[in-house]
């Protein structure tokens, strides 16, 4: 199995460094690279033994028939890899193609809400956020 990661999750985490350091998460930046290298490797490393469900809708934006699997960091952490599946040649391939922290996730659902007040599929969408959490 072969885990890979689109440009834009690396670069998310090159600048994750500089966020976990600015925002006081980490007193030195050394520690926050070691984090955030650590979170990607765990991502790399761990994901194909990662239980894994199909994503909401709202990440189909990033890619069509999206999963994702959840990364414990500590007991206050946890973060979120969405990622696609592929065969070839009788391997698995993931493609990591987002990650978040519930956080984010939240923020997302809130704002999806409001735009989904005027929906007529307000019950089933969230339904899907519901079980997302």
Same mark, same amino acid.
């Given at each position: 199995?072969?885990?890979?990661?689109?440009? *834009?999750?690396?670069? %998310?985490?090159?600048?994750?460094?500089? #966020? !976990?350091?600015?925002?006081?998460?980490?007193?030195?930046?050394?520690?926050?690279? #070691?984090?955030? *290298?650590?979170?990607?490797?765990?991502? #790399? @490393?761990?994901?194909?033994?990662?239980?894994?469900? =199909?994503? =909401?809708?709202?990440?189909?934006?990033?890619?069509?028939?999206? %999963?994702?699997?959840?990364?414990?960091?500590? &007991?206050?952490? @946890?973060? %979120?890899?969405?990622?696609? $599946?592929?065969?070839?040649?009788?391997? @698995?391939? %993931? !493609?990591?193609?987002?990650?978040?922290? =519930?956080? &984010?996730?939240?923020?997302?659902?809130?704002?999806?809400? $409001?735009? #989904?007040?005027?929906?007529?599929?307000?019950?089933?969408?969230?339904?899907?956020? *519901? *079980?997302?959490?």
């Amino acid at each position: 199995m072969n885990v890979y990661a689109i440009p *834009a999750v690396i670069e %998310y985490f090159n600048e994750l460094v500089d #966020i !976990l350091y600015e925002k006081g998460y980490f007193s030195y930046t050394v520690i926050s690279e #070691i984090y955030a *290298a650590e979170l990607f490797d765990d991502i #790399i @490393t761990n994901l194909p033994g990662k239980r894994h469900r =199909p994503a =909401p809708p709202y990440y189909d934006r990033y890619g069509k028939g999206m %999963y994702f699997a959840s990364f414990t960091k500590n &007991k206050h952490t @946890t973060w %979120y890899a969405f990622f696609q $599946k592929y065969e070839e040649s009788g391997k @698995t391939i %993931y !493609l990591v193609r987002y990650t978040c922290t =519930p956080y &984010k996730v939240r923020v997302l659902v809130i704002i999806t809400q $409001k735009h #989904i007040v005027c929906s007529r599929n307000f019950k089933k969408t969230v339904q899907d956020w *519901a *079980a997302f959490f």
